[in-house]
């Protein structure tokens, strides 16, 4: 395992690493200030808008469809999405080890068993998101695969003393099938190195549509070179991606409690909405110009 990553010492970057508890929220920087789509936002309040309170990150989110064979088992802040096919099922992401009986309940309510997960995959090597994944395969013996990039901070995730297991290695573009589902992993590091943007497709009345679940695009406060040109290049593939149905790690990333909230038997499914897609694209690229600009040394 390398002992730097994004030019940090491995156990600085694994600091970074560390889940954002909904208390860290108030901890974090209020500035600087951007505004976006004609919300404001600083740091702090981005990540209290991820996390929202002390319970929700644990708080089971009642779990529906979203778009075709993609359904919501997570909380009410940290997303998980069950994927299911003929031949099996996907899980993206486990979230933290506690909250998998929120998972399998969630499932279960949908008519599915969580025993039929076959791939667990996720979008970044934080615990927040990937902390279960052990468990996860403890329990189902499912096949966990993660984009190269995080490997060094995922097997460094060991909830209880378990190491972390991955059993595929992906790199940018590889595709994991199942069932006749498709999933495409297209690496938008700077959040973490490995950050994983997935895209798939999906039917609805009788039309396909692009998905999107996207990673956070988040930056430290403190960009390093690395982390600014490796953004760059994320925010420029993140645009680029199809996508009609944008989802997230964090719900609040594209509205999902409020968009739930319009979902009506024989109404227009809101997840649909492409106009939605590179919003965070645009609060990340905005906020990370915005780090940039208050750290130059004042001339």
Request: some cysteine.
């Amino acid at each position: 395992m390398t002992d730097r990553l994004y030019g940090l010492p491995i156990v600085a970057a694994l600091a970074l690493c560390v889940a954002a508890a909904p208390g860290l929220a108030q901890q974090a920087p209020d500035h600087p200030s951007v505004t976006v789509n004609g919300k404001t936002y600083t740091p702090r309040s981005i990540l209290a808008r991820n996390m929202g309170g002390e319970a929700d990150p644990y708080t089971p989110f009642g779990p529906y469809r979203v778009i075709g064979n993609i359904y919501y088992v997570g909380t009410n802040t940290l997303t998980s999405f069950l994927i299911t096919t003929p031949e099996g099922h996907f899980i993206v992401n486990s979230t933290f080890e506690r909250n998998l009986p929120v998972i399998e309940k969630s499932a279960a309510q949908l008519g599915f068993k969580l025993a039929d997960v076959k791939i667990v995959l996720g979008t970044h090597a934080h615990g927040d998101h990937q902390e279960g994944d052990a468990l996860l395969k403890e329990k189902t013996g499912a096949q966990v695969m993660a984009m190269a990039e995080d490997v060094p901070l995922l097997e460094a995730m060991t909830p209880g003393g378990k190491p972390h297991p991955i059993d595929r290695v992906l790199h940018d573009g590889d595709q994991v099938t199942l069932g006749g589902t498709t999933l495409t992993a297209h690496l938008t590091g700077g959040h973490t190195p490995g950050c994983t943007t997935w895209t798939a497709t999906a039917q609805e009345a009788g039309k396909t549509y692009n998905v999107m679940i996207g990673c956070s695009l988040r930056p430290p406060m403190v960009p390093t070179p690395q982390v600014v040109e490796t953004f760059r290049r994320t925010f420029k593939t993140v645009r680029a991606l199809p996508c009609d149905v944008q989802l997230g790690d964090h719900g609040a990333q594209y509205g999902m409690q409020e968009k739930y909230a319009k979902m009506k038997e024989g109404s227009p499914n809101p997840f649909i909405e492409p106009a939605t897609c590179a919003q965070e694209a645009d609060l990340g690229e905005a906020m990370l110009n915005a780090l940039i600009a208050e750290q130059q040394p004042v001339r």
